[in-house]
């Protein structure tokens, strides 16, 4: 048996993600971006740095995940703890604050951007609303305080389901490629070098151990290493159930179930959960022998209502190393 892709420690992996200032999260829909994002602020916090989150084209929803209790207005930045804060950006609000920015005076921006011809042709402008997203994310990088430190030391980008996703991080690509001169090609090409540039950006996939998403978040990594340039971080594998029984206590198990009605339900129950952990082992093991990325393995918390507390057992569940699953070929 080969054993291929060893996992280096989980804390040298972050320590790695960390590093960087613009950290992607990527994946397909419902994964768990927003909450993989929102463990890693706390843990990189956690170790004095001070963490922006950015959720891009996406409703409010890593405020409240964090335990904020107001109402997370659209693109107000929004303080969770010391070091931990949240912005919500959407095209909306972030074509309004670039138009002002360029054109300087509210009644001139109305008079252009609000021009009924100027708003059907910014429609009109594919990706105009992506680019001003990640325009945004890209200022928030660039801010710096009056001492000149940055504002923040990491930025993580939550960022649109895959498709949606890789088109946006792809757009600085496109577009120095054709707009060649010009403020634009200027301010575009910076976007870009900082995505490439593997000592500031870094971008990590979240997946779960099944079919599609696995197969999806393949494709997302053959494409950040092609199209996007961005330079890899680690993939988290979401939802992991608990860790196979030994064949010594699953034999108990079945004993346990044949002495009771409470027995045979527990039994039912254990199976159901030893059956879907199989099946998930065996998308890792597929996984193991296609991905390149460290793996970062989280478990699926059984709890009513997904809150603050779990995404604080989810930053502690990053401190304990992964439990040794099949990384290895026949
Ligand atoms: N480890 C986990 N255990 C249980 N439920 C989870 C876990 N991670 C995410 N969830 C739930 O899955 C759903 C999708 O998560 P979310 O982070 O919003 O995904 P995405 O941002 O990728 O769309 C949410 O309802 C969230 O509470
Ligand atoms: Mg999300």
């Avoid at 011809?117 to 402008?125: A, D, E, F, G, N």
């Avoid at 757009?171 to 575009?188: F, N, Q, R, Y």
């Avoid at 330079?231 to 198990?253: D, M, T, W």
Wanted: net charge neutral; hydrophobic share 45%.
């Amino acid at each position: 048996m080969n054993v291929i892709n060893p996992t280096p420690a989980q804390d040298e992996v972050l320590a790695r993600i960390g590093s960087r200032r613009f950290i992607v999260v990527a994946g397909k829909g419902g994964v768990g971006k927003s909450t993989v994002s929102a463990a890693l602020a706390l843990r990189l916090a956690r170790s004095g740095k001070r963490v922006l989150i950015v959720e891009l084209a996406a409703q409010p929803r890593v405020a409240r995940l964090l335990g904020y209790q107001g109402d997370p207005a659209t693109y107000d930045i929004v303080t969770i703890e010391p070091r931990v804060q949240v912005i919500n950006v959407t095209p909306g609000p972030a074509l309004h604050e670039y138009g002002l920015m360029k054109l300087k005076f509210e009644r001139l921006y109305r008079l252009v951007f609000e021009n009924p011809v100027m708003k059907s042709l910014t429609r009109m402008i594919p990706g105009m609303n992506e680019l001003v997203l990640i325009g945004k994310a890209w200022h928030l990088e660039q801010e710096r305080l009056p001492d000149g430190q940055p504002r923040w030391d990491s930025l993580i980008i939550d960022s649109p389901a895959t498709g949606h996703g890789v088109s946006l991080l792809a757009l600085p690509h496109v577009i120095t490629e054709t707009v060649k001169s010009g403020p634009m090609a200027d301010e575009v090409g910076q976007i870009k070098e900082m995505l490439i540039d593997p000592a500031r950006s870094c971008m990590n996939i979240v997946t779960l151990a099944e079919e599609m998403p696995v197969r999806e978040s393949m494709e997302l990594e053959a494409r950040m290493h092609d199209t996007l340039r961005v330079a890899p971080g680690a993939l988290f594998i979401n939802g992991l159930f608990p860790p196979l029984p030994s064949a010594a206590v699953e034999r108990e198990l079945e004993q346990v179930g044949m002495k009771s009605e409470a027995g045979s339900a527990a039994l039912a129950a254990a199976r159901f959960l030893i059956d879907r952990r199989r099946s998930q082992d065996a998308h890792l093991a597929w996984l193991a022998s296609r991905s390149a990325l460290p793996r970062i393995e989280l478990p699926y918390l059984f709890v009513p209502d997904f809150d603050r507390s779990s995404v604080d057992h989810l930053v502690r569940a990053m401190d304990t190393v992964a439990t040794p699953t099949p990384r290895t070929t026949p």
